[in-house]
């Protein structure tokens, strides 16, 4: 079932659904589209980006990425299982991948990171099967090149970790010509699987504060982060503010 959330449709859906979801679309072919939506792009597409909204109402799969999507689901009555963030939802579609067969294809992140994390990865679910890697600093006139790269080596499952939204709209752009995949974006999941960035600590996470954590080790991000008030704002106004 989805659910309209600020005029975005989300899948209300729990981890272990959104697996068995993507294995259908697997099963069902052709080129599909996954997007796990947190409140930073959900709060552009809604204010900015027309362009991304759209894109995110042709995705065949739309998970609720972190707490401040689900809190928003529950400010407007309609409240979502749990969360199914990027890197969740990768690492438990990479093990289901190892079980069954699916070739991966990981795309994104600096050189050398996408190769660390298909190491990584090899070794915690023995049997998986790497298709290719690529790394996510090419120039526009490589895009034709490693799209049919990608489509020679027929993955089943595309991971684009580019950063939200060029991730979603590059996905948009080339996945017709590489057929039969499921593509998701997963942000910064690359350069955690790899190593290279440690991911917030279990008790911040169950505290639902991962956000901070990730602006501890981070700080960088602070600017992103100030659309997180603002979004919740705006959930509020639409959803409490504007009831009678
Ligand atoms: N990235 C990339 N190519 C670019 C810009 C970014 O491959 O041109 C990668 C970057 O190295 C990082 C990921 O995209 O691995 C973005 O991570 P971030 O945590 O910012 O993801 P987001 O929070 O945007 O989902």
Redesign the pocket.
């Known amino acids: 079932m989805k659910v309209k959330l600020l005029n975005a449709s989300i899948d209300c859906l729990s981890m272990d659904q959104c697996i068995d979801r993507v294995a259908e679309l697997i099963e069902l072919g052709g080129p599909r589209r996954v997007i796990t939506l947190?409140p930073?792009i959900l709060y552009r597409a809604v204010r900015a980006d027309h362009a991304l909204l759209e894109l995110v109402g042709r995705a065949d799969l739309v998970t609720a990425d972190g707490e401040g999507i689900v809190w928003a689901g529950r400010v407007a009555g309609t409240p979502f299982p749990e969360r199914v963030t990027?890197i969740d939802l990768m690492l438990r579609l990479v093990e289901r991948a190892a079980a069954e067969g699916w070739r991966i294809y990981l795309l994104?992140?600096?050189p050398g990171?996408a190769e660390e994390a298909a190491k990584q990865l090899t070794i915690r679910f023995p049997g998986l099967q790497v298709a290719g890697t690529q790394?996510?600093?090419f120039k526009p006139d490589e895009e034709v090149d490693i799209v049919q790269s990608i489509k020679q080596k027929a993955p089943r499952l595309l991971f684009v970790?580019?950063?939200?939204p060029?991730?979603e709209k590059w996905i948009d752009r080339h996945i017709d010509s590489i057929g039969h995949v499921v593509a998701v974006g997963v942000?910064?999941s690359?350069?955690v699987i790899s190593g290279r960035v440690a991911r917030a600590p279990l008790w911040m996470q169950k505290l639902k504060i991962e956000w901070l954590g990730r602006l501890i080790s981070e700080p960088s991000r602070w600017r992103r982060m100030l659309v997180l008030p603002r979004f919740a704002w705006l959930v509020l106004r639409t959803y409490r503010l504007g009831r009678k």
């Open positions: 947190n930073e990027g994104g992140a600096a990171v790394h996510g600093y970790a580019l950063g939200a060029a991730q942000g910064g690359l350069d």
